[in-house]
């Protein structure tokens, strides 16, 4: 079979633009949703994760061992078309919001999840008298945490928030369900349109796999960066994706 | 039975009715797509944890190519989206064996492979778990390296990767959803078929987010109890 790498330069039918044009603005999207859901799952993430390790707060613990529970339980795919139709449906006032938002939030409500069980690990890995010593200098729970806890478990999560971090690229793929024009999606409509699916998922798998080595550099840098000199700091993934 | 929970709820919930959902509505149509899911994830589990186990073995054998090939088969598998993977051999294993397969044949290939890539990283873990007196124990009984594996090695990091294995089997199951993308007729097509077909989209998807979230939730509960229980032994 003959390569047609020419393919990239056809026009796409949608006036002017080329199948490569089409592709950088489908890679776009997929940053954009990456990038986007990213924020919400640190920031949920950590809040959540920190939530489930609260000395005197019961209920706390309880709402934030729900929310894990819940968004770890269902397929992303479901929880996407859950965000889609049915809460628009029970909720009115959504109908108006972008799918490209309603997608950010499913992807980044499903990633803090296990964002916050990593966090929750990594606070409860820490040795009790790092507590007991905020505790000691006269610090409030939240000065405790601020100060004390979160600065030391955030350094010791680095390496499997990195590798969250890569899964969620990956799985912005399966914002194609609901015709967000990221790369996937750009992949079934081009294959399907220029019958090259090889050139094509070649290309979208390069895109895919250079985006991913890119969160890797930056997680990397992030992590040399806060590192603490002679603290060192065990990696370790396992499954997952 | 559902019809039932609805009534005695008495609310309305923005508009869902999910009383449209009886026996006859499952049996019809999401029983087959939940038999698929529950036997893409068996078979994918048994398939990528022998392959996986093949890879970890070639990965950590010490022969050059051996570990360079899996590497390399690995790493790659891992760093594609899934949904991708799902694509490119539903576009290639026709090519290969020259006839057209089904989506449902096609995804249970494409499973096996990607879950191999991610088996294999846990039996990595659980075979460089093992600390190495046994492997010279092994050894110094005159073993050869594939006696030492299998009596001595590979059962027991079998026995410490076990809740990790089944975490990734709950994971497993949840990713067979993904089939979406080349129509595979499974769980959640089940409910959308039957949403389609009597106009109620919107409850076929939170009955389906239930039933996967049951599943899940009930699976991760008994991993719970299995790790404890292992920890215990151990």
């Known amino acids: ?241 | 039975m559902w019809s039932r929970v609805a009534q005695a709820g008495g609310t309305d919930m923005g508009g869902l009715d999910l009383t449209f959902v009886n026996w006859d509505i499952i049996s019809k149509f999401v029983l087959g797509g939940f038999m698929f899911s529950i036997n893409l994830t068996i078979i994918a589990t048994l398939g990528g944890i022998l392959f996986g186990t093949i890879l970890a073995l070639m990965r950590l054998s010490g022969n050059k190519p051996m570990t360079i090939i899996a590497t390399v088969y690995v790493n790659g598998m891992r760093s594609v989206p899934l949904v991708m993977v799902i694509l490119w051999f539903f576009l290639l294993v026709p090519l290969i064996t020259g006839r057209p397969v089904g989506a449902e044949l096609s995804a249970t290939i494409t499973f096996i492979a990607f879950e191999a890539a991610y088996f294999s990283e846990i039996m990595r873990a659980g075979i460089q778990s093992i600390p190495r007196g046994q492997v010279y124990a092994g050894q110094a009984l005159g073993m050869t390296y594939s006696q030492n594996m299998r009596l001595v090695v590979l059962p027991q990091a079998f026995r410490n990767m076990l809740p990790v294995l089944l975490t990734q089997t709950i994971i497993l199951f949840q990713d067979t959803s993904l089939v979406y993308a080349i129509g595979a007729y499974d769980l959640l097509k089940g409910f959308v078929t039957a949403g389609k077909i009597y106009g109620r989209p919107e409850e076929a998807y939170l009955m389906a987010a239930v039933l996967y979230f049951v599943v899940c939730f009930g699976l991760s509960a008994l991993v719970k109890r299995l790790q404890s229980k292992i920890a215990i032994i151990r």
């Open chain 1, 1 to 241: 079979m003959a390569w047609d790498w020419q393919v990239f330069l056809n026009d796409d039918g949608s006036g002017g633009r080329t199948y490569l044009q089409w592709m950088m603005d489908a890679w776009g999207w997929t940053v954009s949703v990456a990038a986007s859901a990213w924020v919400i799952a640190m920031v949920v993430g950590a809040l959540v994760g920190t939530m489930r390790t609260l000395p005197d707060n019961p209920w706390l613990v309880r709402l934030a061992n729900v929310w894990v529970e819940l968004f770890r339980n269902i397929p992303l795919l479901v929880q996407i078309f859950l965000w889609y139709f049915v809460v628009p449906k029970i909720f009115p006032v959504m109908q108006g919001i972008p799918s490209f938002v309603l997608v950010v939030f499913a992807l980044g409500f499903f990633t803090s999840a296990r964002i916050a069980e990593q966090v929750r690990a990594g606070i409860q890995s820490l040795p009790k008298g790092q507590r007991y010593a905020g505790m000691a200098m006269g610090f409030t729970t939240l000065q405790t945490y601020r100060y004390v806890i979160l600065p030391m478990a955030f350094r010791i999560i680095l390496p499997p928030l990195t590798s969250e971090s890569m899964n969620l690229l990956k799985n912005s793929s399966v914002a194609f369900a609901v015709s967000i024009a990221e790369l996937t999606m750009f992949a079934m409509q081009a294959q399907e349109e220029t019958s090259r699916g090889i050139e094509i998922y070649i290309a979208v798998t390069g895109l895919y796999a250079i985006s991913a080595f890119a969160v890797n550099r930056i997680m990397s840098f992030i992590e040399k960066r806060v590192q603490i000199p002679g603290y060192v700091v065990a990696g370790g993934t396992g499954g997952g994706h």
